[in-house]
């Protein structure tokens, strides 16, 4: 019998181990809560709540409003300072490092309660929580908390079925990003059976767009380069972005960058505030974004990465330049130079 890849392993089994055995839980995401976030955080809630258990969502920045259908049924509360709420566990969804929670980052690391990582972003390091449940491979960290509720036995209703799809549909792209497998298409489907409509979600994550984003984005398109005959794209965001709206979505750019024919790397470079920059990097091939993101301090996955990066705008954006070039010409990956 071929052995079933999605099977608990020992680590996983002592993560399931700690969600059986206590009582309280504060569920916590990154900062800028994305919809793997949102949709981990939820679904994992309404299953915990569902076998008895307290659950609390507690995050540094609140959801984006596009979420507002999971928002209106479980409570997602923001930070505020002070003490955190009584737990027994603090999940810790879709991130591995507690600087990643921005201002809570400090009280947590002094909790004295139990850390529980549920995860599917590598990690480099030695593991510092108490239990973790990671598989790198899988397309979402939702779709973890999916494998984690049939574990415990845990129903699955129509709002957490709704949550999963959102992780779903955000970490693969609407399906259509190479991270999507047999596992994302089947529990997509079971979801489908349990309510969830597919047409709806979409409309509510990707038909509400702000009337100033198509001028936004022209504005930063004006401003994108190609280099090395076309593999590689940049585009950036100065403070007032030409007098536009700010691009705050980097999606709608990346993905219309990403489908250019010999495009391989697309850089958004975005300036928040002055000496201070967010970079959002994408691949369509097997050029490892997350390689480059942490070169500057950030991570993520071989084909999606961010990182936030201190200094000049026009200087971030030249050493980004060089560096992605640089690993270009190495080859695959960006380990040893091409033979």
């Avoid at 809630?45 to 008895?52: E, H």
């Avoid at 928002?71 to 003490?83: C, F, I, Q, S, W």
């Avoid at 709704?162 to 399906?175: H, I, K, N, P, Y």
């Avoid at 999606?251 to 250019?260: H, K, Y």
Wanted: proline share 7%; hydrophobic share 40%; aromatic share 6%.
């Amino acid at each position: 019998m071929t052995p079933d890849p999605t099977a608990p392993d020992e680590e996983q089994e002592r993560a399931l181990s700690v969600l059986r055995s206590e009582r309280s839980f504060l569920l916590v995401g990154h900062v800028r809560p994305d919809g793997d976030v949102i949709g981990a955080q939820g679904a994992l809630a309404r299953g915990l709540q569902a076998l008895g258990k307290e659950v609390r969502i507690l995050n540094a920045d609140p959801p984006p409003a596009v979420f507002d259908y999971l928002t209106r049924e479980l409570p997602y509360a923001v930070y505020g300072g002070g003490p955190l709420p009584a737990h027994d566990v603090v999940v810790l969804l879709d991130f591995n490092e507690l600087s990643r929670t921005g201002s809570m980052a400090a009280p947590l690391a002094s909790a004295g309660s139990k850390k529980l990582v549920i995860d599917h972003h590598p990690y480099e390091g030695r593991p510092w929580w108490d239990a973790c449940y990671v598989d790198v491979r899988a397309a979402a960290t939702g779709l973890l908390v999916r494998r984690i509720l049939r574990a415990l036995g845990a129903p699955l209703d129509r709002v957490g079925a709704m949550a999963v799809f959102t992780s779903l549909v955000t970490d693969t792209g609407w399906f259509r990003y190479s991270n999507t497998d047999a596992e994302t298409l089947s529990l997509a489907g079971e979801l489908v059976s349990l309510g969830v409509e597919p047409a709806t979600l979409f409309g509510a994550l990707y038909q509400r767009r702000p009337v100033g984003e198509p001028r936004a984005l022209g504005a930063v398109l004006a401003r994108l380069e190609y280099f090395a005959g076309g593999r590689l794209a940049i585009a950036h965001q100065p403070l007032g972005n030409g007098g536009e709206a700010p691009l705050e979505d980097a999606d709608p750019l990346l993905d219309l960058v990403r489908g250019v024919g010999p495009v391989e790397v697309v850089l958004y470079l975005r300036e928040v505030e002055p000496g201070v920059c967010k970079l959002s990097a994408r691949s369509k091939t097997e050029f490892d974004v997350n390689r480059l993101a942490r070169r500057f301090g950030g991570g993520g996955h071989v084909k999606a990465a961010g990182a936030t990066l201190h200094g000049p705008l026009g200087a971030l954006r030249e050493q980004l330049l060089q560096a992605t070039l640089e690993q270009l010409e190495r080859g695959a990956g960006g380990g040893e130079p091409a033979r």
